[in-house]
């Protein structure tokens, strides 16, 4: 594979339905050459847990002043437009583009390779963990910014580029492969999400017209978020 586009991205947890995209970087590579270079901090209107901080750096007032979700996954999705994609377990960063370009009615169809599970299959017992991180050590690469988008989708080009160095013979690994997920419809909304989402509304005297009624999970905690964040919690 000689022209890719090796992505990474930050989230506020696992769940491609309930939690956010934070952080989007991505690196272009045209014949073992970078061409390009994408790096956009997205704003979730939410509160970041603790442990998403703590592992990527990224703070709560940092976010707070990203973009909006659509503009940047409209950007991406013209960034990596006709070039197949690259990741470290692809399928979790997928999962989640997907599900975010579903939200605004894009298509995102796209095949990709995996350092994660190429390294499972041509390292078995030269490396213990298959982990990124290990990865970058076996082959003498330090990562600048560990859990910070780009910079984890730039290690994954050194990866990618050092295990074609050393297996180059085994071609058919490393082309890619389709990618294939279809992100579930949104949940709607538990009772008890709309109960405490309305007495937050009553509590701080807000009025805001929302449609309970089709009011998903990920909204309500959305919503729920954002008013804790601006006006705080019930006492």
């Keep these: ?3 890719y586009v090796a992505f990474d991205l930050e989230t506020t947890g696992l769940s491609e339905e309930d939690d956010e995209i934070i952080e989007v970087g991505a690196v272009k590579i045209r014949n073992h050459k970078i061409v390009g270079k994408y790096n956009q901090i997205i704003n979730p209107h939410r509160l970041l847990p603790y442990q998403i901080i703590e592992l990527t750096g990224i703070e709560q ?3 707070d002043r990203g973009r909006e979700k659509e503009e940047v996954l409209r950007e991406f999705y013209d960034f990596c437009d006709g ?15 997907k599900t975010g370009m579903n939200q605004f009615g ?12 190429i390294a499972r299959t041509l ?7 298959k982990s990124l991180g290990s990865l970058c050590e076996y082959y003498h690469y330090v990562n600048q910014a560990a859990h910070r988008a780009y910079h984890d989708a730039l290690a994954t080009v050194v990866v990618y580029e050092k295990m074609q160095m050393q297996f180059p013979d085994e071609i058919r690994i490393f082309e890619p492969k389709q990618l294939q997920f279809r992100p579930k419809k949104q949940s709607l909304a538990t009772e008890k999400q709309k109960r405490y989402l309305n007495h937050l509304l009553k509590y701080h005297k807000i009025k805001d017209n929302i449609a309970f009624e089709t009011l998903t999970k990920s909204d309500a905690s959305k919503y729920i978020d ?3 964040l601006k006006h705080g919690r019930m006492s």
């Design 1 to 3: 594979m000689y022209e």
């Design 61 to 63: 007032e940092l976010v």
């Design 83 to 97: 070039y197949p994609l690259l990741g470290h377990n692809v399928m979790f960063d997928y999962r989640f583009m």
């Design 106 to 117: 894009i298509s995102f169809e796209k095949d990709g390779a995996d350092t994660y599970q």
């Design 123 to 129: 390292l078995k017992n030269e490396v213990k963990s």
């Design 226 to 228: 954002q008013i804790i």
